[in-house]
Structure formats: C-alpha cells, structure tokens
RNA sequence: GCCGCCAUCGUCUAGUGGUUAGGACGCAAGAUUCUCAUUCUUGUAACCGGGGUUCGACUCCCCGUGGCGGUACCA
C-alpha cells in the first residue's frame, strides 16, 4: 500500500521570510497538491535567543500572501516531550554522552558508507569517518535543530522531505539519527539554490531577499509563483505563464534543475507586467490603491490616469511617478515643447491653433475621438504636421518625453485643465 | 584543508548518442506612431577545458578548472 504523501516546509523565525525559502515551501506545496498529500508547516522555533514572534507572523502572512495554505502547523517550542522520550530512546541504546551540559550522539567509528539517495541528484555516497559527533542537546536544554528535524519527521510521518541544497551534506548525519531511532529515513530531494548575479548565494548585498520587499514593491502573487517555480523547474511544455493549478498538474520534481539559479529581476519584472496587464481596470485600482493613497480626491480623474498608464507600470510602486502630473502642473524645460522635426515658430502656431479649436469644444464633444478629429482637421487645414501640433499638447499637458497619447490626455484633464496646461505652455514658448 | 553538490546563449531553461542546439527574459533593428508603453516581425548570443568510450558525443566515463554548500551547543 502506498502511504500517503506528507511533505513539511520548516523554517525558524529568526528572520522575515526570505525568497528563497518561499520557494522551497513552494515546491513542498507544489509536491503535496499534485500528489493529493499534506503540505505541514513546523515552525523551528528551538533558538530563544533568536526566534521572535514577529517573524512567525511575517512567515505566515508571506505564505498566505502566495496562497500556499498550510494544512497542519507545528511549533518545535511545544513539542519538549517528544525530544525528551527519544533521547531516552537514544540513551538505553547506549548511543549517548554527555559533555561539557551538551548531548551527544555518538557516530560510528567505523567507516560505515551513508547513502542519500536523493530524488533531484541520484545516489550520495558519505563517509561516516568525516562527521564528528552531533550535539542532540544544548547545554541550555534545548534540542538541535538536528535532533529536532528528525524526531519530528519521524512523528510527523513526513514522507518527502524536500529542502535546500545546504542541507545535503546534513543528510547522513540525519539518516544515521533514523536509523538508531528505527526508523526508515524519508525520501530526500535538496533543490538548489537561488543565487546573485555573481553566482554567490542569494543574499541581502545585491538586493531585496525578504518576501516582504517584493510585496511592498507591488509584485503580484501569480508573478513571483511563476518566478520562483521557474528557477530550477521548467514546464514540459514549456508554457511561459502558468496558473497555480496548471503549475500542480504539471509539476514534477524529476524535472528540477541541479544547478543553481541566477535570481533575474528583470525576468520578474517581464511576468509582474504581464499580469498586471491582465487585470480589469476594477481589479487594477483595488490593487492600486495602497500605492495611490497620495492622489485620493478627484477619484474620477484617478480612474481615467490609472487607465492610461496601465500598461507601462512593471509593478505597482511604478505608479505614483506614472500618473503624478494628472494632478499637478508639470515642470519641463521649454524647449522639451518642441518636436524634433519642428520649429519654435511652427510648435507655437501648433499650439495656438489647437488652442483656438478647443476652446470651442462643446462639453459633450470633448471626447477622444472627437477631439483626435478636430485636431486633425486644423492640422490639415492650417498646413501643420502632426508633430507641430500633437507633440506640444503632449508635452504641455504630461510635461513627458513618453506619454498616452495627446487625445487620450486632453479627454482625461477635461476642457478646463487642459486649455490652462497649453495657455501656460504658450506663454513658456514666449512668441 | 577535508567532505559533498553543480556546470547549455549575459540570465532562466529545452535537450537523455546522430538536431540548422529550441524557447523565454534582456539587448538591437523594423512595422505602427507626435512620444513612450503595448502589440507584431526580425536579428543577437551558448554546450567550461583536456582526455577517453563510440562509426558518431552537449548528452556516457575520468581528470582538471571554476562556482556553491557543509564542516556550529544557527537552522
């Protein structure tokens, strides 16, 4: 009978929930849902001095910011009498001595071959001979976070203990602890790690490592879930975005890389963009809205800027410099008024005209399409190129080199704000 | 030092003895256009080195080199 799949991500909250810890609870997840197991979370709170409740909290809204719900929580701190009876266990065997208030766990003298058989790498072979004796016990009456991963996996039935790389070479130490425990070791698969640009490991030097900055910064879940997923698995068909379900379905730890990866800001970037795009304007704003709270008043103009930049924000921290001049006068230099293929002269009759066609706008004309129409007609009428006339509107109004389209801004400022913007513009131009 | 893991475009990767070595990000160019972004098209660029094995190696083996991890009364 096969014994039903329960995996743990066991992290200590000595620190917020770094990156690449995600991933690994991740990857927990991903190996549980698509084999119908359990996905635990153990909390490996043994180090007082270091764990806090803070991070607890911070690890567990991280893990529900990515929507991998935890079907069981365990907290090391609570479980005292497990590590006491194995130890116990341990001691009537022999295997155990004390020394200096510290527990020991003697490891055979003889050189006896240790074989990690690991899912991603294959066979492992150690050497007993290379490992010193294990602290089970601190001599503050703590357990090791050696002793207490094994006691607890063992208890906890957990039958896929998928981790980082780092702790390959613990993994010998570990099975000897299975064995003098009688118990069968789980099945190991250590996935490699997530690495700077300079392929050392990930770490706080060459950027944001904690969960926590990426959401502050405005990345999407379903982005940083295809992100992570995609450092070290590929889909087999080779799909470029995919949803938490297709990721289950297709998810296979045979095909995970061995090598570690390079954690590439700007492929996260291309996937945030991507689903940011996705979402419907309502959707958008609601996501918008912890970034925007500084332009909370004209909700309607608010609505019409969000619409316009939707597309050019790579995360949601983008915004507030995206849309700043919908709701104040723009600061530019004068000549940024003038396209490259025009005039001084030429741009102030551009702006002249356009000013004089869209003072008499009606209110229920003022529409992108018919405003796109009139202004073509005076171009054409009045012998302009585009560039003298839609440019410095542009310009006038955004204060940007890049922009929406002029259209799109007059309709979004209204008859009033935009004949101001190009009355200040034509006075900058000073003919 | 010792033990272990790893190695395909700049980056993430596909590839399991015979391929024009494929895709994505990035970058570049073009189309569109007043601009930027979007979109579409095209281009750019890789099998760490040396030995084997084989009719034939990116693929298998060995050595080297490099990167990383472990070697804690941190986890």
Redesign the pocket.
Known sequence: MEEKVRVRF???P?GPLHIGSARTALFNYLYAKKNGGVFALRF?D??KE?SQKVFEENILAGIKWLRLEADEIYYQSKRENSYQSALKKLTERGLIYE????VYFKIPVENKKIIVDDIV??K????SK?F?DL?LF???G?P???FANVVDDIEMKITHVIRG??????TPKHILLYEALDATPPKFAHIS?I?NPD???MSKRSGDVDLDEYIRAGYLPEALINFLV???W?DPE?R?FLTMSEIIQSFDLS?V??????F?I??LN?LNHHYL?QKSLDEYMQLAEPFIKQFAGDKALLESAIKLIQ??AQILSDIPELISYFFTQPEYDTPLLI?KKSSPEQTSKGLSVALKVLEKVSPKDWTKEKLQSILDEAISSESLL??DL??PI?VALSGQ???????ELLEAFGKEESISRIKIAINKLGV
């Open positions: 066991a992290p200590s000595t490996e043994t180090d270091r020394s200096d208030g510290g790498r294959g492992v072979e150690f050497d290379d010193d602290v601190k001599k503050d703590t090791t976070f050696h790389e780092d702790h390959l070479s613990n790690l690495l392929r050392s490991k995609q450092l070290g590929s080779s470029e095909r890389q061995k090598g570690g990866a390079v590439d700007k492929h291309h795009m597309d050019r396209f585009p560039g839609f440019w542009r080199e890049g922009s929406p389209s002029p259209v």
